[in-house]
């Protein structure tokens, strides 16, 4: 019965995401699929609520850190803590 009601649910989920042009944009990511795509959107909300695109990677919190100084340029990037932390 679990099984039943979890493959229901992700039937709609998938069916909701279908219906949104911002979800084939995010799964052209590499590794992003339907899943995923949908609780990206389910946690920005209104795409259009952000002025910039910087603001929306912020508030996403997948912006990096790139540390430089003079000629060094770490080969290694983080991501940033802003943002929702889920």
């Known amino acids: 019965q679990y099984q ?3 493959s229901r649910l992700e039937k709609n989920i998938d069916a909701l995401a ?7 944009l995010i799964q052209s990511i590499p590794g ?11 946690k920005i909300g209104e795409v259009d609520r952000f002025d ?9 919190g997948i912006d ?15 991501i940033t803590k802003r943002g929702s932390r889920q």
């Open 4 to 6: 039943e009601h979890l």
């Open 52 to 60: 910039h695109p910087k603001k929306l990677v912020a508030f996403a």
């Open 18 to 24: 279908e219906e949104m042009e911002e979800s084939d």
């Open 64 to 78: 990096q850190i790139v540390f430089t100084s003079g000629e060094f340029a770490a080969t290694r990037n983080r």
């Open 32 to 42: 992003i699929g339907p899943k995923i795509a949908a609780t990206i959107l389910s």
